[in-house]
């Protein structure tokens, strides 16, 4: 006699179930009601492919293996059956090999029942209906293909007298999926018995063509089965064909119990982490430019989303890197909360055009005030869990519309979880270890086969975006890569801090990845070297402090190991704006040079600052003062700026109608150095407003993996399975709750007056005796329903009684009760 699933796992004792869930924590989300539904849950499809998703290619061909050798009248299958047919090819495995795959598979329930009668569970057929890649017996499809299989000999003789043609195609679907589709009218065509060229384009699954289908169908080789005549159809290969095509190979096809060998030779540690390193200076820096860049002109939204080709490439132009670069780290950017849109009001939306505007967030301060590696860990972080794949931008959607960056059409929900595939076979290979990409993918393919065929162009999307982000270096995962993803996968099976809000950087220490990647880098720096052309050279990273007061008073020229400034009249002038002194200056240079202060820069500073504040701005629409009449003559004959209308009020006073604004920028733009002043006539000096758009939250801290399940600790899975028990037996005890409160004697109208003072008299008595009752009662639907509780006082005209079950309290209207019944 078959035993059920559910009955299988109700004799299981509660650490083999809690091994279970451990196992496929899927089935907790949220807690089964009782064993029943437990396997009901443990054989859905959607549970069951989650399951599979996660085993290897080795066993997943046990798997097929045990769908194989099954009675085919429902029965099991036997594990010396399983072995039997996993050792029937040319390169057997170990059976031990064999064996642990079963265990495996048990423990999963995917298998269940003793090894001498296991069962399959039944979502495995509807997640993969074609075990091995191999069709339906003949008998199930086709009365005639059947004839032709039984005869060996026959069959034999008919696959030797396939044209060459036919004969690719069979080899083909033999390797597997087992169906084809063919197009209209080819199996109407006539059987020409001639050799065509097998199309360029046939592939599982794809469209065979030509003369060659019809020879097949003809012999019974293949079998129609949908479609009809000048229609598209689909064709199946018979498994006792594909068996007979797979005798080199064996049933299974090739098996492999390891994954593969990479035979790329190692690298050395040192130099992948350098290389490593030395490119996540260069991500720092390149996203600290372009946020700038959007800070000085920030990128329009389109109203179908995203940000427009044209403002992409404006970006890399400014950056020096092309636009699939510019689009990655513009993405991962957004992903970290360090850009975001800014809603525009009616009267910026005239300035600035368009509605929405993307621009660096309130975060970017916070970010750009931090350590370099705790700047890149945030990229990083970002990056991993980011459900954006960045390489469809540029490519074209279904409407064959490009997919522009930020686009909602570059949404995947499984990025994370390639990124993280890919990253963990790096991390599992020996330190330093570069697979080829083409390694790589067979390694996939062969760690989690189901997830891996179909994703290889994203695979290799995810190897490339690593290496330009710093995560791995000369193709090998650096060591503090390995860190980061081992502190994300740890965050996304965490159960008591679901969301990731818990980092070591809020507790003040930095995190492991951090740390390792700070050994690495060149120590921050806090000194420069001044040279004679006025240029400024930082000899390595600079500081946060030194590294504001390098953009404020010094422009930007080049980066790499040491950059270079140069202080120019415009930057001494600015710096001047935000309200330093030329006394500021000379201290600043002096105490941060190691070289002597060039004369040339002293007379630069002087020079400039005399001139600063010259000319004094205030509001009348406008004014301009000064003591020099001579300075305010010559503004007044100053042709750039007549379109500002200046007339004298006196001889030391202009007048404008133009706001202050407007009359700095002309002033300025023509060349002089006013200052703004407030109605006191003291001078108002402030570094320029910078428009930010309003902060977001990281992708890291918003939750990870969308597809991970936290992994519950074993007490707690004791837990969860003690109640899953007590909901089985309140489901086996209500099927034995009397017909009274199952609502057998129901009626329509009002209770009887008798029978609802029985009722009240059962209560109070089990609420004396602490006894459990079955109480019947009607919903707020009018649904007649029964529970089993523990009662604990009546009063008010409400029922207050514990749920045996889940120990929770209920309340329950007098006058909704049907009936009740003591529990013998």
Same mark, same amino acid.
């Given at each position: 006699?078959?035993t059920?699933?559910?009955?299988?796992?109700?004799?299981l004792?509660d650490?083999?179930?809690?091994?279970?869930?451990?196992?496929?924590?899927?089935?907790?989300?949220?807690?089964?009601?009782?064993v029943?539904?437990?396997?009901?849950?443990?054989?859905?499809?959607?549970?069951?492919?989650?399951?599979?998703?996660?085993?290897?290619?080795?066993?997943?061909?046990?798997?097929?293996?045990?769908?194989?050798?099954?009675?085919p009248?429902?029965?099991?299958?036997?594990?010396?059956?399983?072995?039997?047919?996993?050792?029937?090819?040319?390169?057997?495995?170990?059976?031990?090999?064999?064996?642990g *795959?079963?265990?495996?598979?048990?423990?999963?329930f995917?298998?269940?029942?003793?090894?001498?009668?296991?069962?399959v569970v039944?979502?495995?057929?509807?997640?993969?209906?074609?075990p091995?890649g191999?069709?339906?017996?003949?008998?199930?499809?086709?009365?005639?293909?059947?004839?032709l299989c039984?005869?060996?000999?026959?069959?034999r003789?008919?696959?030797?007298?396939?044209?060459?043609s036919?004969?690719?195609?069979?080899?083909?679907?033999?390797?597997?999926?087992?169906?084809?589709?063919?197009?209209?009218?080819?199996?109407?065509?006539?059987?020409?018995?001639?050799?065509?060229?097998?199309?360029p384009?046939?592939?599982?699954?794809?469209?065979?063509?030509?003369?060659p289908?019809?020879?097949?169908?003809?012999?019974?080789l293949l079998?129609?089965?949908?479609?009809?005549?000048?229609?598209?159809?689909t064709?199946?290969?018979?498994?006792?064909?594909?068996?007979?095509?797979?005798?080199?190979?064996?049933?299974?096809?090739p098996?492999?119990?390891?994954p593969?060998?990479?035979?790329s030779?190692?690298?050395?540690?040192?130099?992948?982490?350098?290389a490593?390193?030395?490119?996540?200076?260069?991500?720092?820096?390149?996203?600290e430019?372009?946020?700038?860049s959007?800070?000085?002109?920030?990128?329009?939204?389109?109203r179908?989303?995203?940000?427009?080709?044209?403002?992409?490439?404006?970006?890399?132009?400014?950056?020096?890197?092309?636009?699939?670069?510019?689009?990655?780290l513009?993405?991962?950017?957004?992903?970290?909360?360090?850009?975001?849109?800014?809603?525009?009001?009616a009267?910026?939306?005239?300035?600035?055009?368009?509605?929405?505007?993307?621009?660096?967030t309130?975060g970017?301060e916070?970010?750009?005030?931090s350590s370099?590696?705790?700047?890149?860990?945030?990229?990083?972080?970002?990056?991993?869990?980011?459900?954006?794949?960045v390489?469809?931008?540029?490519?074209?959607?279904?409407?064959d519309?490009?997919i522009?960056?930020?686009?909602?059409?570059?949404?995947?929900?499984?990025?994370p979880g390639?990124?993280?595939?890919?990253?963990?076979?790096?991390?599992?290979l020996?330190?330093?270890?570069?697979?080829?990409?083409?390694?790589?993918?067979?390694?996939?393919?062969?760690?989690a086969?189901r997830?891996?065929?179909?994703?290889?162009?994203?695979?290799?999307?995810?190897?490339?975006e690593?290496?330009?982000?710093?995560v791995?270096g000369?193709?090998?995962?650096?060591?503090?890569?390995?860190?980061?993803?081992?502190?994300?996968?740890?965050?996304?099976?965490?159960?008591?801090?679901?969301?990731?809000?818990?980092s070591?950087?809020?507790?003040?220490?930095?995190?492991?990845?951090?740390?390792?990647?700070?050994?690495?880098?060149?120590?921050?720096?806090?000194h420069?070297?001044?040279?004679?052309?006025?240029?400024?050279?930082?000899?390595g990273?600079?500081?946060?402090a030194?590294?504001?007061?390098?953009?404020v008073?010094?422009?930007?020229?080049?980066?790499?190991?040491?950059?270079?400034?140069?202080?120019?009249t415009?930057?001494?002038?600015?710096a001047?704006d935000?309200?330093?002194?030329?006394?500021?200056?000379?201290?600043?240079?002096?105490?941060r040079?190691r070289?002597?202060?060039?004369?040339?820069?002293?007379?630069?500073?002087?020079?400039?600052?005399?001139?600063?504040?010259?000319l004094?701005?205030?509001?009348?629409?406008g004014?301009v003062?000064?003591?020099?009449?001579a300075?305010l003559t010559?503004?007044?004959?100053?042709?750039?700026?007549?379109?500002?209308?200046?007339?004298?009020?006196?001889p030391?006073?202009?007048?404008?109608?133009?706001?202050?604004?407007?009359?700095?920028?002309?002033?300025?733009?023509?060349?002089?150095?006013p200052?703004?002043?407030?109605?006191?006539g003291?001078t108002?000096?402030?570094?320029?407003?910078?428009?930010?758009?309003?902060?977001?939250m990281?992708?890291?801290?918003?939750?990870?993996?969308?597809?991970?399940?936290?992994?519950?600790?074993?007490?707690?899975?004791?837990?969860?399975?003690?109640?899953?028990?007590?909901?089985d037996?309140?489901?086996?005890a209500?099927?034995?709750?009397?017909?009274?409160?199952r609502?057998?004697?129901?009626?329509?109208?009002p209770l009887?007056?008798h029978?609802?003072?029985?009722?009240?008299?059962?209560?109070?008595?089990?609420?004396?005796?602490? *006894?459990?009752?079955?109480?019947?009662?009607?919903?707020?639907h009018?649904?007649t329903?029964?529970r089993l509780v523990r009662?604990?006082s009546?009063?008010?005209?409400?029922l207050?009684?514990?749920d045996d079950?889940?120990?929770?309290?209920?309340t329950?209207?007098l006058?909704?009760i049907?009936?009740?019944?003591?529990?013998?």
């Amino acid at each position: 006699m078959t035993t059920s699933l559910a009955d299988h796992l109700r004799a299981l004792p509660d650490e083999s179930l809690a091994a279970l869930l451990q196992l496929r924590p899927d089935l907790v989300v949220p807690v089964p009601a009782d064993v029943s539904a437990l396997a009901i849950r443990a054989q859905s499809r959607v549970s069951v492919a989650r399951a599979l998703d996660g085993l290897d290619q080795f066993t997943v061909q046990i798997l097929d293996a045990a769908r194989l050798t099954r009675d085919p009248e429902g029965g099991g299958t036997a594990t010396e059956a399983i072995l039997a047919m996993a050792t029937a090819g040319p390169h057997p495995p170990a059976p031990t090999a064999v064996r642990g *795959a079963v265990n495996k598979l048990r423990a999963l329930f995917l298998l269940y029942g003793p090894e001498h009668d296991l069962h399959v569970v039944g979502g495995v057929d509807e997640v993969s209906p074609y075990p091995a890649g191999l069709g339906r017996p003949a008998a199930e499809l086709d009365p005639r293909a059947a004839a032709l299989c039984a005869d060996p000999a026959k069959l034999r003789r008919t696959l030797l007298a396939a044209p060459p043609s036919a004969r690719a195609i069979l080899d083909r679907l033999a390797a597997g999926p087992p169906v084809g589709t063919v197009p209209p009218g080819a199996l109407d065509a006539p059987a020409t018995g001639a050799e065509d060229d097998l199309p360029p384009d046939l592939t599982n699954g794809g469209a065979p063509t030509g003369s060659p289908i019809r020879w097949l169908v003809e012999h019974r080789l293949l079998v129609p089965i949908s479609g009809g005549k000048g229609a598209a159809g689909t064709v199946e290969l018979p498994r006792e064909v594909a068996l007979l095509l797979r005798r080199d190979t064996g049933p299974l096809g090739p098996l492999r119990t390891d994954p593969p060998v990479v035979a790329s030779p190692p690298r050395e540690p040192k130099a992948v982490d350098s290389a490593g390193a030395g490119q996540t200076m260069e991500v720092v820096r390149h996203v600290e430019a372009l946020l700038e860049s959007l800070a000085a002109e920030p990128a329009p939204v389109l109203r179908s989303g995203g940000v427009g080709v044209r403002d992409l490439r404006r970006l890399a132009r400014g950056l020096g890197l092309d636009d699939p670069t510019t689009a990655l780290l513009f993405e991962v950017a957004y992903a970290a909360g360090l850009v975001g849109e800014l809603e525009l009001t009616a009267a910026t939306t005239t300035r600035y055009g368009g509605d929405q505007q993307i621009l660096p967030t309130g975060g970017y301060e916070v970010w750009r005030a931090s350590s370099l590696a705790q700047r890149w860990e945030q990229l990083a972080r970002a990056w991993l869990t980011m459900t954006r794949q960045v390489g469809l931008v540029g490519q074209r959607d279904d409407r064959d519309r490009p997919i522009s960056v930020l686009s909602a059409e570059a949404e995947r929900a499984g990025a994370p979880g390639a990124r993280r595939a890919v990253l963990a076979v790096l991390a599992d290979l020996a330190p330093a270890t570069a697979p080829t990409p083409d390694e790589m993918l067979e390694l996939l393919d062969w760690r989690a086969p189901r997830r891996a065929r179909g994703r290889e162009a994203a695979h290799r999307e995810v190897l490339a975006e690593a290496a330009q982000l710093g995560v791995t270096g000369l193709g090998a995962l650096t060591s503090y890569g390995r860190l980061l993803l081992a502190d994300v996968t740890e965050a996304d099976e965490r159960l008591d801090d679901p969301l990731g809000l818990r980092s070591d950087v809020e507790s003040g220490e930095p995190s492991t990845a951090v740390r390792a990647l700070d050994a690495l880098l060149p120590a921050p720096v806090d000194h420069f070297l001044l040279q004679a052309d006025l240029t400024v050279v930082v000899p390595g990273p600079p500081d946060p402090a030194l590294a504001a007061e390098l953009e404020v008073v010094a422009q930007h020229e080049s980066a790499g190991g040491a950059s270079v400034y140069r202080v120019t009249t415009g930057s001494v002038r600015r710096a001047l704006d935000a309200g330093y002194s030329a006394d500021d200056l000379h201290a600043l240079f002096r105490r941060r040079s190691r070289t002597p202060v060039p004369q040339g820069l002293t007379y630069l500073v002087d020079d400039v600052a005399r001139k600063h504040g010259g000319l004094r701005v205030g509001s009348a629409g406008g004014y301009v003062r000064s003591d020099d009449e001579a300075l305010l003559t010559e503004v007044l004959a100053d042709k750039r700026l007549e379109s500002l209308a200046f007339r004298r009020l006196a001889p030391t006073v202009l007048a404008t109608p133009y706001q202050v604004g407007r009359m700095l920028t002309a002033l300025r733009d023509a060349g002089y150095a006013p200052v703004p002043e407030d109605a006191s006539g003291a001078t108002v000096l402030s570094r320029p407003k910078t428009r930010r758009a309003p902060a977001r939250m990281p992708v890291a801290t918003r939750g990870l993996d969308p597809l991970a399940s936290p992994k519950l600790p074993l007490p707690r899975l004791l837990g969860v399975v003690e109640q899953i028990r007590r909901g089985d037996a309140a489901a086996r005890a209500a099927r034995r709750a009397p017909a009274v409160v199952r609502g057998g004697t129901a009626r329509t109208g009002p209770l009887p007056a008798h029978t609802h003072n029985d009722a009240l008299a059962v209560l109070q008595q089990a609420v004396r005796d602490k *006894a459990l009752v079955w109480v019947g009662y009607v919903d707020a639907h009018g649904a007649t329903t029964s529970r089993l509780v523990r009662p604990v006082s009546i009063g008010a005209g409400y029922l207050r009684a514990e749920d045996d079950r889940t120990e929770m309290l209920h309340t329950f209207a007098l006058h909704r009760i049907t009936a009740a019944v003591r529990e013998d």
